[in-house]
Nanobody, 117 residues
Framework: QVQLVESGGGLVQAGGSLRLSCAASGLAFNTYIIGWFRQIPGEEREFVARISRSATFTNYADSVKGRFTISRDNAEGTGYLQMNSLKPEDTAVYFC??????????WGQGTQVTVSS
């Protein structure tokens, strides 16, 4: 059974940092693209960042470029999202996803990030 479990969310003041983790089990982690998405209640899920299988390539939404860094540890089966210079508009539930392509097959349950002004 495939599981993706996010952790590291919480409440932080604007300008602060958080590091999200995505622990994967039940899949060959190094054969999957890892993506991070976020969602505000009542709105559509929004792409945040993506990292290739070998971490050679990364992509970011314009809204987080220069502030967020996606990474992965294939030996540990874990993906990360380092979030710096957080803004109130970054407040959302953050999800990690794994897929053989950009059609992600597996999703975590999400972790809440709240940035206070």
């Amino acid at each position: 059974q495939v599981q993706l479990v996010e952790s590291g969310g919480g409440l932080v003041q604007a300008g602060g940092s958080l590091r999200l983790s995505c622990a994967a089990s039940g899949l060959a982690f190094n054969t999957y693209i890892i993506g991070w998405f976020r969602q505000i209640p009542g709105e559509e899920r929004e792409f945040v960042a993506r990292i290739s299988r070998s971490a050679t390539f990364t992509n970011y939404a314009d809204s987080v470029k220069g502030r967020f860094t996606i990474s992965r540890d294939n030996a540990e089966g874990t993906g990360y999202l380092q979030m710096n210079s957080l803004k109130p508009e970054d407040t959302a539930v953050y999800f990690c996803a794994a897929g053989r392509s950009s059609d992600y097959e597996y999703w975590g349950q999400g972790t809440q990030v709240t940035v206070s002004s």
